[in-house]
């Protein structure tokens, strides 16, 4: 498998007239690695309501997530008739391009990215947390999750965050855009997900997971009152870095 140089995040929330053609999309509309220049890996990603952390689906918020060989050809993806049936047809879009800096674990079985940077000493950066539940562990993890997941809307320095899936109940993932690494690593140490964390340790609750942060490169659109004015906004290397 190439190496993932490059990700890719896009939400989006469709139009009421466009629903039943995105739940469609989310079924049937991903395509095949390989199959677009320079696409290492690919998933189609549901929500809970309102595009948060509740076990209740949503039938209007959706994500993707991507990895890339090269910045080019994740924008040339962006710019791709595939991404514009995304911004065409939604409400609220927003598209995050980013570099990895620090990737732990596995997705489906691959690894489908690679650390190309070192660690930022200023923000902003960007986490994604993938995990798949085992059957055995889901009654006791949903005891943890949902106070760990609500949390994060409130945490001080969070300025996006997203509570995505592959499947209600197992698949489950979190997106999330910070002020800084010290702001992440305040929340992931405390509190209800710090109490979360413990337990998916002490339990083992994951068959599988992976664990990455990134600096964000590039910036498209709006998410639940995180807002670029809807135009893309290029992080400057000296802020990122």
Known sequence: MAEGRTALMLLAQWKPEARARGFAHLAFGAPRAGSVPGLVFIKLL???????????????HQGLFATFESDQTADDFLSSPYTDFYRDNSIQFCAVRMTPYSVRGAWAGATPLVAVRQTPERGPIAALT?????????????????RAQQSLKYAPGCL???????????????????????AMDAYARSGAHGEAIAATFR???????????????????????????????????????
């Open 46 to 60: 549901g929500s809970g309501a309102g595009g948060g952390f509740t076990l209740a689906p949503s039938f209007s």
């Open 130 to 146: 993938r995990g798949s539940v085992r059957l055995r562990a889901a009654a006791r993890f949903w005891t943890y999750a949902p």
């Open 160 to 182: 996006l965050a997203a509570g995505l899936g592959e499947a209600p109940l197992l698949r489950q993932a979190t997106f999330s855009i910070w002020d800084n690494t010290a």
């Open 203 to 241: 339990h083992d609750f994951f068959s599988e997971s992976l664990f990455a942060r990134f600096i964000p490169t590039r910036i498209e659109g709006a998410w639940n009152g995180f807002n670029n004015g809807g135009a893309p906004f290029m992080v400057s290397e000296s802020k990122a870095a």
